[in-house]
């Protein structure tokens, strides 16, 4: 996918790109479920906590960076690009930022109830519980190739 992106898209080409490969949420459902909304144009963001990039030592990411979307088997799927990037407080995320995730029904209750369950699970063992207060790193992103299609997602998605 990479190859074929690059064949599109001459100027990211080059002998080492800045690129990563990854896939959304920890576990099979969600992780294919977001790729597949990713794709539809539902999905326009993703929103770990900072204290899993510290815990894991990845830098945060920044606005270009680009990401291959692998589904739960690391299968290729997508290429993202981040178009902003905000740190939020978890108590500060709002409507407009669960509604671009695009996951569940789409509203701030569901969005702040999966995602504390989700936190939770990500920040084991860091040494960080889940508080009011922790830094959500919000990413913005494009899906660039294959080019989403908007409005073709239907299925709702839901965290286990």
């Known amino acids: 996918m990479w190859r074929e992106f690059q064949a599109l898209a001459p100027s990211t080409a080059g002998p080492e790109p800045a690129i990563s490969s990854w896939h959304f949420c920890d576990n099979p459902h969600d992780a294919d479920e977001c790729a597949r909304l990713t794709l539809a144009g539902r999905k326009r963001a993703t929103a770990p906590s900072r204290w899993s990039f ?5 830098p945060l990411p920044r606005v270009g960076d680009l990401h291959v979307v692998t589904n739960w088997a690391g299968e290729a799927q997508c290429i993202i690009r981040i178009t902003a990037v905000e740190i939020v407080p978890f108590d500060g995320v709002t409507a407009d ?9 789409g509203t701030l209750a569901w969005w702040r109830e999966a995602h504390w369950a989700y936190y939770q699970r990500e920040l084991a063992g860091s040494g960080h519980p889940p508080r009011p207060d922790m830094p959500i790193v919000f990413e913005w992103f494009e899906c660039v ?9 239907t299925a709702e998605q839901k965290e286990d």
């Open 54 to 58: 510290e815990h894991a030592g990845e």
């Open 145 to 153: 190739h294959p080019v989403a299609t908007p409005g073709s997602g």
């Open 97 to 105: 930022h669960a509604r671009a995730e695009g996951e569940g029904d």
